[in-house]
């Protein structure tokens, strides 16, 4: 009888990611996980536990890749470098920005991007409830931007559907509309982002 294959929860990992990159995030399951590694399915359970724990691990790995030095520079400049690093390596994994705000907090690489945004807003002059606020307004941004550029991007037949709309009946929607319809996606999070910082007075 040929040895049991050892793998590496990272390699496990790689792999779920590989098939959400290949096939979008449905294709993730054990099965086809196990089919990518060369292993049957069941052998697959003696590492996982099921499909949500290959969840967490695929955001886990699209997570390591955020560059988590902290920038230089005024408080705004720096968690605008910071935020934008979170959009830069869900841009190369787009599949996976569904799962990123449903296990973001299992994810070591998160609490670690948390823990240096919490430390550039502390040195701010953020104390306490005023800290939580803030912190989670960024959250809000960062996630929530993510997940509307993966569901509705302006670029998408969504936009281009209310710039149609009559503009005798909807006269700003339709022309904010088309002026959208031409907004690269790298600018709409980086201006949305600007107008957060402005509100937070940072």
């Not at 294959?5 to 590989?18: D, G, N, V």
Request: charged share 25%; hydrophobic share 50%.
């Amino acid at each position: 009888m040929p040895r049991q294959r050892s793998l590496s929860l990272p390699q496990i990992a790689a792999a779920a990611l590989e098939v959400v990159d290949a096939d979008g995030l449905a294709a993730l399951s054990m099965r086809t996980v196990a089919r990518r590694l060369g292993i049957g399915t069941m052998s697959l359970y003696r590492y996982v536990a099921d499909r949500d724990e290959l969840e967490a691990m695929v955001v886990g790995l699209v997570l390591d890749e955020i560059d988590l030095r902290v920038p230089g520079g005024s408080p705004r400049h720096r968690i605008l470098v910071l935020a934008e690093r979170v959009r830069d390596v869900a841009a190369q994994h787009p599949a996976v920005v569904p799962l990123m705000l449903a296990h973001r907090h299992r994810t070591p690489a998160s609490m670690r991007w948390g823990e240096v945004v919490l430390g550039v807003l502390a040195e701010a002059g953020y104390t306490g409830k005023r800290r939580v606020y803030a912190f989670r307004a960024l959250l809000a941004y960062v996630f929530g931007a993510l997940e509307v550029e993966h569901y509705s991007p302006l670029s998408g037949p969504g936009t281009y559907a209310l710039a149609e709309l009559p503009a005798d009946e909807f006269p700003v929607l339709s022309e904010t509309a088309t002026v959208a319809y031409a907004i690269p996606a790298a600018d709409e999070f980086r201006r949305g982002l600007e107008i957060v910082l402005r509100g937070l007075e940072l």
